[in-house]
């Protein structure tokens, strides 16, 4: 069973479309997050949920809308996409807002074109 | 910036040889964590070390922290061809207490059987 899975695994899109990435994770913790890597492998936070609450928004466009309908669930809307959008975007969890490590997705590679 | 400083940017050596990465941080952080990213993965995680202690093992990895120094280490000994990729360090400063985690840009590290 995958513990934190992501889709689509690829996205290819052209500029002002609008698209979705969808993240569930089926280990229980109440935290979830959103994470942008860039073709220098750069990892940058987004967004944080924790039991369905925003918890961190880091001065994120707000063409990015994250929603989380339920803990198990965070899911990350990109309204009229841009070229500098392309991106491995990961989901990730950990079981709170303490001292834990967290479980990654496999990523969404999103290419702009 | 919190960001991280990851030393070197690339490593390469052969199996059997011991391996050393180096994370260095700005801020006072509350723990600290190493990621291994398989390529075109998403992030595994390895070991958390609070800022209270100042050495951890799990297996084949060793992981020092000096907060005098702001520093980190992650030594893999008896390398295998399996170890070939990127790890990461990863800050908690606590910034009210979110989880949230600052990442280095890695260190890649290859490993020629």
């Known amino acids: 069973d995958t513990a934190v899975s992501q889709t689509p695994k690829y996205l290819v899109t052209q500029m002002g479309n609008d698209k979705s990435i969808k993240c569930e994770q089926n280990?229980?913790?109440?935290?979830m997050y959103w994470y942008k890597q860039d073709s220098k492998k750069f990892l940058k936070i987004m967004f944080s949920?924790?039991?369905?609450?925003?918890?961190i928004n880091e001065t994120v466009p707000n063409r990015f809308s994250p929603k989380s309908p339920d803990k198990a669930h965070l899911n990350l809307h990109i309204n009229s996409l841009e070229l500098g959008d392309s991106a491995v975007y990961f989901c990730?969890?950990?079981?709170?807002?303490?001292?834990?490590?967290?479980?990654f997705g496999s990523g969404t590679r999103l290419t702009v074109v | 910036s919190q960001q991280g400083e990851e030393d070197p940017q690339a490593l390469s050596i052969q199996e059997g040889e011991n391996a050393t990465m180096n994370c260095s941080y700005k801020?006072?952080?509350?723990?600290l964590q190493w990621y291994r990213q398989n390529s075109g993965r998403g992030l595994v995680h390895l070991i958390l070390i609070r800022s209270n202690e100042r050495e951890k093992h799990s297996g084949r990895l060793r992981v020092t922290l000096d907060t005098s120094k702001k520093s980190s280490s992650l030594l893999i000994t008896a390398s295998r061809a399996a170890d070939t990729a990127s790890y990461f360090c990863a800050t908690d400063h606590g910034s009210g207490n979110t989880g949230k985690l600052i990442f280095g840009q890695g260190t890649t590290l290859q490993v020629k059987p």
């Open positions: 801020t006072s952080i509350n723990n």
């Open positions: 990730a969890s950990s079981p709170g807002q303490g001292v834990y490590g967290y479980t």
């Open positions: 949920y924790n039991n369905k609450e925003l918890i």
């Open positions: 280990l229980g913790h109440d935290t």
